[in-house]
């Protein structure tokens, strides 16, 4: 693929230009896939034609440069096809099996971590953080660079897990990373309601947009003022107040932290999708390195390797055990405010303890 095909040159829409060729050959009539090694997958069409993906670990946020570099071990193996996939990984699409190996070495000489796939961990699916949103109750980037790094073997393959393990981050409850369907979750959570700034939400704020942005009845307007009030015992702090109005913020050194929930999963043809459910409501932000989370984050993934049955996912595995011991086995203190599902949201949005302790 020439430079002049890459997505910053997008002109009329036409996806077929981004795929080798033997991929637009086969569109469709793909038959299986299989883990040649950890990092490089085999994908066999129906009529017998190959093509490899080298999957490399990658950031959320990068430098064009480090990109570019990217591009150009992409030029020299793979004709400059590569994609991102959905956990944040590239995967290189090598179409000629000669090529595979002097990839895997050149990317792993460089520093790249080739890995990913299989009976481990892949890349941590996050989201914005202090970065850039705006009602973050922790940092996203940050927490998983330090975790990842913790648990690099278990993504090159030096280490094997009972099945694949899924890690994923949201910095505020508003959940963007599907935190709720994954095995592990990160999950920032405030624990203070909005402070009111009365004089600036008078000229900032529309009172009725602020009122029906509650979604538990919290926020009433007290007309006589021209300002809101927060009833606090019903607020769950959500944040989505201070999204509407800026004169409601909640971030707070102290109540801000990081929740740890275990056990969800999203669907395969086996069996049903689970919801993660807490089991840590509190630890707080300690940047750069974040020592408590990546330390309970290991020991999670010690337990989990050491007991679950092969092919079992951790939610199943829970499942099979029991929560009691579950507790019992992790170490983990059971507290009151673990108790929690996400079944009866129109209830428990507001009478959840783990949300509003
Ligand atoms: Fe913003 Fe919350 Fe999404 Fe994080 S989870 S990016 S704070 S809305
Ligand atoms: Fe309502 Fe959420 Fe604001 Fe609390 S943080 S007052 S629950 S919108």
């Not at 393990?165 to 405030?190: E, P, Q, W």
């Not at 993934?301 to 595995?317: L, P, Q």
Request: glycine share 8%; with cysteine; aromatic share 8%.
């Amino acid at each position: 693929m020439s430079a002049a095909a890459r997505i910053t040159d997008i002109g009329p829409p036409d996806f077929k230009q981004f795929l080798p060729p033997v991929l637009l050959k086969n569109y469709g009539k793909w038959d299986y896939h299989e883990i040649v090694e950890p990092g490089v997958l085999k994908h066999v069409a129906f009529g017998g034609d190959e093509i490899y993906s080298v999957r490399i670990a990658s950031a959320r946020l990068h430098s064009t440069a480090w990109i570019e570099r990217v591009l150009q071990i992409a030029d020299k193996y793979c004709d400059g096809y590569l994609r991102w996939t959905t956990r944040n990984n590239i995967e290189f699409l090598v179409s000629d099996k000669a090529k595979v190996q002097p990839l895997v070495k050149e990317l792993k000489s460089k520093g790249y971590m080739v890995g990913g796939t299989g009976k481990g961990i892949t890349n941590i699916v996050h989201t914005q953080g202090w970065v850039h949103c705006h009602t973050p109750a922790t940092d996203a980037s940050g927490v998983v660079k330090a975790v990842m790094d913790d648990l690099a073997d278990y993504f090159t393959g030096v280490k094997t897990l009972p099945a694949k393990l899924r890690i994923a981050l949201a910095c505020c409850l508003n959940m963007c990373g599907a935190v709720h369907c994954s095995d592990i979750a990160i999950l920032g959570v405030h624990r203070k309601p909005p402070r009111i700034d009365h004089a600036a939400i008078k000229v900032q704020c529309e009172l009725p947009t602020v009122v029906a942005s509650c979604p538990t009845g919290a926020i009433k307007i007290k007309p006589k003022e021209g300002t809101v009030e927060v009833n606090q015992p019903r607020c769950m702090f959500c944040g989505n107040c201070y999204t509407m109005c800026p004169a409601m913020p909640l971030a707070d050194k102290e109540g801000d932290g990081i929740a740890i929930l275990v056990g969800g999963k999203i669907s395969n043809a086996r069996s049903m999708p689970k919801f993660s459910k807490m089991i840590i409501p509190f630890i707080p932000n300690e940047p750069p390195r974040w020592p408590q989370v990546v330390k309970v984050i290991r020991h999670l993934v010690e337990v989990y390797a050491s007991h679950a049955k092969k092919h079992e996912r951790m939610g199943d595995w829970i499942e099979r055990i029991g929560w009691e011991r579950f507790f019992d086995l992790t170490g983990i203190p059971f507290d009151m405010k673990c108790i929690d599902d996400f079944r009866l949201a129109q209830n428990t949005l507001r009478n959840s303890p783990s949300f509003k302790w």
